[in-house]
């Protein structure tokens, strides 16, 4: 019998790789839209346990039936390679991105904010202090834009 390539364990790092990729891609094309999908990304997280199941089938198989398939190395490699995607992605997603310095040089709560000019919802430049006696939200997103 001819060996046959172990397509779990390779199927399993595809999408351990695509999710991975997938989530940056959103974030280099950042639209307002899709800002949900970064805040918590199910469907790259969804994929990533995918891929861990497929890689452990793969290397189960691998080792289980040696005639069956080749390439028990390669299974490893690539199972622990997955694993190693997706515990650094979800470090990345879980740890660093709740971790980040403080804004040394921001206004304290409460404080007048300084005068500044920003485009408004319609691209018109609009300064705070063009709105005297009015109270004003600003919004500054931090992380993505």
């Known amino acids: 019998m001819r060996a046959r ?23 280099v094309r950042h639209q307002p839209a899709l800002t949900r999908f970064l805040e918590l990304p199910v469907f790259n997280l969804a994929l990533i346990a995918l891929g861990l199941v497929l890689s452990y089938i793969g290397l189960r ?9 080749r390439g028990r190395v390669v299974a490893a490699l690539l199972g622990a390679l997955n694993l190693t995607l ?12 709740n971790n980040l310095p403080v804004a040394a040089n921001a206004p304290a709560v409460g404080t007048r904010a300084p005068v500044f000019t ?4 319609t691209g018109r430049a609009t300064q705070l202090v063009s709105q ?13 834009w």
């Open 5 to 27: 390539r172990n397509w779990p364990a390779l199927t399993g790092f595809g999408l351990g790789l695509l999710a991975v990729i997938g989530y940056f891609a959103l974030i």
């Open 61 to 69: 198989g691998a080792w289980a039936k040696v005639q069956r398939f």
């Open 86 to 97: 997706a515990t650094t992605f979800c470090i990345y997603l879980f740890i660093l991105t």
């Open 118 to 121: 920003l485009p408004d919802e």
């Open 132 to 144: 005297p006696g009015r109270k004003t939200l600003l919004v500054f997103y931090r992380g993505f």
